[in-house]
Nanobody
């Protein structure tokens, strides 16, 4: 499974961005998916996760009420709508896909999100 993120950029605090993660390859094998982020000097952390059919989601406490994760399996694409962005949301955002029958998830290359104060 090959994942490509897009939609990152520079935005002022309080603004919004929508990230996309397009999957290709063995997309039939994709199970749960998630968005992670990594800020300079910090560990990569889970931002939001979504189950295979999109029926269940979970969020980091720091983004609850501001970010919304979704997926369109017909388009093999996952999204992260980010509202009310804060400077502390600045990071490289990665998408991750768990695969049925595999212990090795797939990762995208990341997209930079920078929030200015």
């Amino acid at each position: 499974v090959h994942l490509v993120e897009s939609g990152g950029g520079l935005v002022q605090a309080g603004g919004s961005l929508r990230l996309s993660c397009a999957a290709s390859g063995s997309t039939f094998a994709i199970n749960a998916m998630g968005w992670y982020r990594q800020a300079p000097g910090k560990q990569r952390e889970l931002v939001a996760g979504i189950t295979s059919a999109g029926g269940s989601t979970n969020y980091a406490d720091s983004v609850k009420g501001r970010f919304t994760i979704s997926r369109d399996n017909a388009k093999n694409t996952m999204y992260l709508q980010m509202n009310s962005l804060k400077p502390e949301d600045t990071a490289v955002y990665y998408c991750k896909a768990e695969r049925f029958g595999s212990s090795w998830p797939s990762w995208g290359q990341g997209t930079q999100v920078t929030v200015s104060s």
